[in-house]
């Protein structure tokens, strides 16, 4: 079973460690960060499954983290967290495509049941490829093709191809591979990205592939189209 995601946008650090513990328990996977600069930075990645986002926040609130978002054509679902008294933050929010709000103090089923409800139907909509100019990932078959040419990839070289592709010409860090793939905890080093981002380069190239893996020296790796 696929462990899921969560980011957790909260400026009250002992609410923010609180839901993580109560995320971790059961048994997803969990960044949390305590302003809407950071909150935004993340959820650009793309690696996340759902998003707990509280609507009042330094730096950016949640509504303008929701707008952004959406703008940039990220559709991870996000719950807003908020008071009773914003009700009006509460329609903006959803106006601007959040997809659920969630009024404090909620309970921990509650909260479990609204994240389920989420990443299901984000799971139902899903498409069956992901595609970047003329290369297509399969996500039933783990197959990578260009035209009439096609490779089969490894688990782990379906998830980083899976991640790049998701995000084309966007910058993935290492440290996003490996806490969404590994595992937030793991001690999984560099090299074993490196090694994987080999493995799917020479894949391209048997594939004659137009797409390369370009390297962002001390950050990470992005998707391009080679012209």
């Not at 969630?102 to 899903?126: M, Q």
């Not at 498409?127 to 990578?144: E, I, M, P, S």
């Not at 379906?158 to 440290?175: G, V």
């Amino acid at each position: 079973m696929v462990t899921l995601n969560i980011l957790v946008v909260e400026d009250e650090i002992q609410l923010a460690d609180t839901l993580s513990e109560i995320l971790r328990r059961n048994k997803y996977k969990v960044d949390a960060v305590y302003d809407g600069g950071d909150g935004l930075d993340y959820a650009r990645t793309g690696i996340y499954d759902c998003i707990l986002l509280d609507i009042m926040l330094p730096v950016r609130s949640g509504v303008e983290v929701v707008r952004i978002l959406r703008q940039e054509k990220i559709s991870t679902p996000v719950m807003l967290l908020t008071a009773k008294s914003e009700v009006e933050d509460k329609i903006n929010g959803l106006d601007c495509g959040a997809d659920d709000y969630l009024t404090k103090p909620f309970s921990t089923g509650e909260l479990l049941a609204r994240i389920r409800a989420l990443t299901r139907r984000k799971g139902e909509v899903e498409v069956d490829c992901l595609q970047f100019g003329q290369l297509c990932l399969d996500r039933q078959t783990y197959a990578l093709s260009q035209g009439e040419n096609s490779i089969k990839l490894s688990l782990k070289e379906y998830q980083i191809m899976e991640m790049l592709l998701a995000n084309p010409r966007r910058i993935i860090p290492k440290e996003r591979f490996i806490e969404k793939i590994w595992g937030y905890e793991s001690d999984v080093e560099y090299n074993n990205i490196e090694v994987y981002i080999s493995f799917l380069r020479k894949k391209l190239h048997a594939i004659d592939s137009p797409v390369q893996i370009r390297t962002a020296r001390g950050i990470g790796y992005s998707l391009e189209e080679s012209k």
